[in-house]
């Protein structure tokens, strides 16, 4: 267990819709990252925050937005969903802005029908 | 461009033979290479995390090497278990100043009894 909880574990919806995902990261990590895992293909950085700001922007789409609250947990938020957005969406949390080792949550599989 | 490249792209061995998985890298400037392990559905759990200056690290059964001026690594797992099966990534830090990493797509390890 590496301490970091995301939720929910799984999430089915259709074309169109918005879902939230939530994370939160381990006691007294300040940095929380967005990762997703589409089936077969490596894990893509989607967004980094530290302490409450944004830091680091990877392939993220328009349609996706993620914010970190005060208590440092995150949500991204996924709109307008699509067929091609199904997939494991990971969060990782270190305890510095970088250069730190990642630890990472369970993951919450997205599947769009 | 920023690429991670592993081979094989899956392995089948038997157990309580030894391994090595490749690793090479394009990414540029470099700060580190981290390789990770992850079971099915799940998180990736860090294994070894090496700086441009280190040439090997080991993990209890699990030696990871890099040979930064070619730009290669590996990661050697010795006397498999059947609990090793799972994919192996290697990942690497792109620059300095932020926490974009690169994954590579992965080896997928099978271990037989």
């Known amino acids: 267990d590496s301490g970091v909880t995301q939720t929910p574990k799984h999430l089915i919806t259709a074309t169109g819709q918005r879902v939230t995902l939530r994370c939160s990261p381990r006691s007294g990590d300040l940095s929380v990252y967005w990762y997703q895992q589409s089936l077969d293909q490596g894990l893509q950085f989607l967004i980094q925050y530290y302490n409450g700001e944004e830091r680091a922007k990877g392939n993220i789409l328009e349609r996706f937005s993620a914010q970190q609250f005060p208590d440092l947990h995150s949500e991204l938020n996924l709109s307008s969903l699509e067929l091609g957005d199904s997939a494991l969406y990971f969060c990782a949390s270190s305890i510095q802005e970088f250069g730190n080792e990642q630890f990472f949550g369970p993951g919450t599989r997205l599947t769009v029908l | 461009k920023n690429q991670v490249e592993q081979s094989p792209q899956s392995l089948i061995i038997l157990e309580g033979k030894n391994c090595t998985l490749q690793?090479?890298?394009?990414?540029?400037?470099?700060?580190?290479l981290r390789w990770y392990k992850q079971d099915t559905g799940r998180g990736p759990v860090s294994l070894t995390i090496?700086?441009?200056?280190?040439n090997t690290k080991s993990n209890g059964r699990y030696t990871a090497t890099l040979d930064a001026d070619t730009k290669q690594s590996s990661l050697h797992i010795t006397a498999s278990q059947l609990s090793d099966s799972a994919s192996y990534i290697c990942?690497?830090?792109?620059?300095?100043?932020?926490?974009?990493?690169?994954f590579g797509t992965g080896t997928r390890l099978t271990i037989i009894p």
């Open positions: 090496m700086t441009f200056s280190e």
């Open positions: 690793c090479n890298y394009t990414v540029s400037p470099f700060s580190n």
């Open positions: 990942v690497v830090r792109v620059n300095f100043g932020n926490e974009k990493l690169t």
